[in-house]
């Protein structure tokens, strides 16, 4: 009799049912499916092994949020057991479940002093969509309405739903959907390398800040809500703003009494080597979006940290906030949470990135700058930044952006990297828990990526 098990699908196999069914996010789907689907299949610590038993060293650490490594069998059993036990409610209804209520406890201990409180959503794109919300419930409360603009930057990225796309300052995303949508405005970017020109990176800094307290008086002061910003932009490319930058803007925000918001979804829970962007960068938000690292990617999940001063307009009085999600705290993903916390807290993660990690990376990827095609290298905490350029003296662009970033990453895949481009500016976000000797061999592959695709460039026109 014939065995009537079905034969295992083929990296060929998988790439057909990609084709007929599977839309990708942020993706021409034309060329994709001309080249045919990377296809991963398992992991482990800081590995990805795909369908042809290929391994790639994850230097992005998925998208930002596999903080933990993979294969973490203490996230899994949390799910696992959650699930036996209550494996969904909702909390409307003047409802909530132990594992909601744990870990807003938790992430009440593990953030600044004025956040007591956190409204949870499924992603980071939806917490910025509630920070749209919340801000502008704020002013109503305290009988400012006209206070409805959020300044934004240029550049920045904060999800792709339509108020996340709108806060953020991608040209790309604003010329599909018609946004921005109104009520929000963008100024500079804390750019040095691209944006600096002559002035030293402290000049710059204070130049970039100020921008803001020009468009507050541009504006208007009484029509200004919030100011929000990454502690370092990442989907932006990993933009690390002068140290003159964030004290500036706390002062400007301080003067005019608008609330700041940071968003922490990519810097949080010790990409920087300390638990929040913030905390490093000392400054104090109102409003705090988290997601990614929160349960280091394993189950989807995030959230808003409201900070007092804001959550006192929702106390106060009898007002109901018209605002929430089906899988706002879902049980199992923050059962998953609260353990992926307690292993940072436990293990002590955050103090390695602080005081081993960060900087090894930081003494290895400077040593990338010696290369040809090296203008800038950059890293803080566990982020780093490389920008490829035509001519290292004049800090000189490529004439088609993108186009040599785009050959650079493909190059890193084939190579065993991961390393994702923006523009020509090659990035990574290794997991946290990544040692010496992983980001020595990050270092060694991202070298060799990069004498590769130099020959590319020297072969072709670019």
């Known amino acids: 009799m014939k065995s009537t ?76 057991e959650q699930m036996l036990q209550l494996p969904y409610y909702n909390s409307f209804f003047q409802t909530a479940h132990p594992p909601a209520l744990e870990l807003a406890r938790l992430l009440g201990e593990v953030t600044a002093p004025q956040f007591n ?21 704020y002013w109503q409360a305290l009988g400012k309405p006209e206070r409805s603009i959020i300044i934004s930057r240029h550049n920045a990225y904060h999800g792709s739903t339509m108020a996340g796309a709108s806060l953020g ?11 921005p949508i109104p009520g929000i405005v963008h ?31 541009e504006l208007g002061p009484d029509k200004v809500a919030a100011f929000i910003a990454e502690p370092v932009q990442g989907a932006g490319g990993v933009i690390i703003p002068p140290r003159t930058y964030w004290p500036e803007i706390q002062r400007i925000v301080d003067r005019y009494g608008i609330l700041l918001v940071v968003d922490e979804v990519i810097c949080g829970f010790g990409r920087t080597g300390a638990w929040f ?29 409201v900070g007092d001063r804001v959550a006192a307009a929702l106390l106060d009085e009898d007002r109901e906030f018209h605002h929430g999600f089906t899988y706002s705290g879902h049980p199992a993903a923050c059962a998953v949470a609260c353990t992926a916390i307690n292993i940072l807290r436990n293990e ?30 950059r ?32 190059v890193c895949f084939e190579n065993g990297l991961v390393m994702r481009a923006v523009r020509d500016t090659m990035i990574v976000s290794p997991p ?25 460039v020297r072969r072709g026109d670019y």
């Open 348 to 377: 002590r993660i955050v103090e390695h990135v602080r005081d081993v990690a960060a900087p090894r990376l930081a003494q290895r990827w400077a040593e990338l700058a010696d290369h040809p095609l090296v203008g800038e290298t």
């Open 117 to 137: 409180r956190v409204f949870f959503t499924g992603s980071g794109s939806e917490a910025n969509d509630t920070v749209m919300r919340l801000v502008r419930f």
């Open 432 to 456: 946290l828990i990544i040692t010496p000797e992983e980001i020595d061999e990050l270092a060694a592959r991202a070298r060799r990526c990069l004498d590769l695709a130099s020959d590319a």
């Open 5 to 80: 098990t079905p034969a295992p699908r083929t990296t060929a196999d998988w790439q057909d049912i990609d084709r007929a069914h599977y839309l990708h996010p942020f993706t021409d789907h034309a060329a994709l499916y001309r080249r045919g689907t990377r296809v991963i299949t398992r992991a482990a610590g800081i590995y990805l092994y795909d369908s042809d038993g290929g391994q790639l060293l994850d230097g992005m650490a998925g998208l930002w949020c596999v903080n933990l490594g993979y294969g973490r069998r203490e996230l899994a059993q949390a799910a696992y």
């Open 277 to 305: 962007g913030s905390d490093y960068y000392g400054v104090r938000p109102d409003l705090m979006p988290i997601a990614k690292g929160m349960s280091s990617g394993y189950l989807p999940i995030g959230g808003l940290m």
């Open 169 to 179: 300052g991608m040209k790309p995303m604003h010329g599909q959907g018609g946004l």
């Open 379 to 410: 890293t803080l905490g566990l982020l780093g930044a490389i920008e490829l350029v035509r001519d290292k003296a004049r800090r000189q662009f490529f004439r088609d952006p993108g186009k040599v970033g785009t050959l650079c990453r493909d």
């Open 187 to 217: 100024i500079r970017q804390p750019y040095w390398y691209g944006e600096g020109g002559d002035l030293s990176p402290d000049e710059f800094g204070l130049v970039a800040a100020r921008a803001l307290e020009e468009k507050i008086l």
